[in-house]
């Protein structure tokens, strides 16, 4: 079984700066990407930013210019750096990591159970 835990989030500051983190951790598997999603309350699930093990990165619109994606992948773990912080920023944030188990060679998405950010105006 795969685990995939996030930590990091709080209350800041409009302006401020926070990091999250995820770690996916468990049975044996080989990641292919992890990624930052976010739901605010009352609104869609919205993709923030992904990177892939060899580091290609994506961003959201939103993201672009305030937000940086970063994995370690000896740990596992993604980072997500976050800068200039909006009140609209304000959501829960969920991990995703795609992965490729090796006890069955399936490809498959794990989230984790979110954390909250609250940015304050």
């Known amino acids: 079984q795969v685990q995939v835990v996030e930590s990091g989030g709080g209350l800041v500051q409009a302006g401020g700066s926070l990091i999250l983190s995820c770690t996916a951790s468990?049975?044996?598997?080989?990641?292919?990407?992890m990624g930052w999603y976010r739901q605010a309350p009352g609104k869609q699930r919205e993709l923030v930013a992904t990177?892939?093990?060899?580091?290609?990165?994506n961003y959201a619109d939103s993201a672009k210019g305030r937000f940086t994606i970063s994995m370690d992948n000896a740990k596992n773990t993604v980072y997500l750096q976050m800068n200039s912080l909006k009140p609209e920023d304000t959501a829960v944030y969920y991990c995703?990591?795609?992965?490729?188990?090796?006890?069955?060679?399936?490809?498959?998405?794990?989230w984790g159970q979110g954390t909250q950010v609250t940015v304050s105006s």
């Open positions: 995703k990591a795609n992965i490729r188990r090796a006890w069955d060679f399936a490809i498959v998405d794990y």
């Open positions: 990177i892939t093990s060899g580091g290609s990165t």
């Open positions: 468990g049975s044996t598997f080989s990641i292919n990407t």
